[in-house]
């Protein structure tokens, strides 16, 4: 018999309709359980659940993190033969970046589930998603965090590395990654384990690009790091022909003479570069090369909450499963 610990933490796969109004409900995570339990009477599972919190996952904040792996290690998580955390969809990438981070020397496989419509409505998902983990937590050796995921207009649930998926697109309730999940068994961190503390820092500020933006408008005080998101071409405006303040390096050059680091991401590495990318390397910005700004995002929230050297921010940023700072 495998043991299961379930760690429900509210969503849309935890939520019930009520007047037209989508909303956490606390008992719907034993509908869950009831409707995997009508689906597959014979296996043989025992389920230790757990409730830390009950939120939608837009209201989530790092703190809440610190008090979800709180609760996962408080459990003795390598008593159990797999982990499952039910989770919304707003936030699902940045924690199944976070808890793949924190969690990268766990032997114990972790999966969060999520659902595109209430358990009750047909067209959930959730049930499926839920069942995916289950049966990999089974059938497969797996070792890291993993989110089983299906598209509103496919038959199959993939199954993503929790370092590689990405929010969802605009307007849309699908999943995708940054990379192919044909290596997916091989991902395990063959590197030294780095011991961390469930501590997230409060001062990093993320600036996301768009024509226009304004860098005057950016207080640094109380800010020990800016990561700025990129276009997709791995770009952001580097001239300022049509207004200094427009331009990132203007950006840079304030943030330089306070001592505050500037990252960029996400970028593939390449041999061939946009100019406007060179010139901001050249204007002291770092890359983190082939990683999403979800999990840049959060690896850098636990860096700068764990350590105080630079190097030391460096040496973990270059370190589990993806991600190299140049």
């Given amino acids: 018999m495998k043991n299961i610990l379930v760690v429900f933490t509210g969503g849309t796969i935890g939520a019930s309709v009520c007047n037209g109004e989508i909303n956490t409900d606390k008992q719907t995570h034993f509908l869950l359980l009831s409707q995997f339990k009508m689906r597959y009477p014979q296996m043989e599972i025992h389920f230790t659940t757990l409730q830390p919190y009950e939120i939608l996952s837009e209201n989530l904040t790092p703190s809440v993190w610190t008090l979800l792996i709180q609760t996962i290690e408080n459990a003795n998580p ?65 070792r890291g965090v993993f989110v089983p995921y299906r598209n509103i207009n496919s038959e199959v649930v993939t199954l993503h590395c929790g370092a590689y998926i990405t929010c969802s697109p605009q307007l849309s309730s699908d999943f995708y990654s940054i990379s192919s999940n044909k290596k997916i068994e091989s991902l395990f961190i063959k590197n030294t384990p780095i011991k961390l503390k469930p501590n997230f820092s409060t001062r990093i500020l993320m600036i996301k690009p768009y024509p226009g933006i304004n860098y005057d408008y950016f207080n640094l005080d109380n800010v020990d790091v800016v990561l700025h998101d990129l276009y997709h071409s791995g770009t952001a405006c580097a001239i300022s022909e049509y207004g200094k303040h427009h331009s990132l390096p203007h950006l840079l050059k304030r943030c330089i003479s306070q001592n505050i680091p500037v990252f960029l991401a996400p970028a593939f590495k390449s041999t061939q570069f946009y100019q406007s990318t060179i010139e901001l390397r050249n204007q002291g910005a770092e890359i983190i090369w082939n990683i999403s700004i979800e999990a840049a995002y959060t690896k850098l929230l636990l860096a700068y909450g764990n350590f105080e050297n630079h190097e030391e921010i460096l040496t973990f940023l270059n370190n589990n499963l993806a991600g190299e700072v140049i």
Wanted: glycine share 4%; proline share 3%.
């Fill in 78 to 142: 390598s008593i159990y033969d797999g982990i499952i955390i039910t989770h919304g969809t707003d936030t699902l990438a940045y924690t199944s970046s976070a808890l793949t981070f924190y969690f990268h020397a766990l032997d114990v496989p972790i999966f969060l589930v999520s659902s595109h419509y209430p358990l009750s409505d047909i067209r959930s998902n959730g049930l499926e998603n839920f069942s995916f983990a289950v049966n990999s937590i089974i059938k497969k050796k797996l």
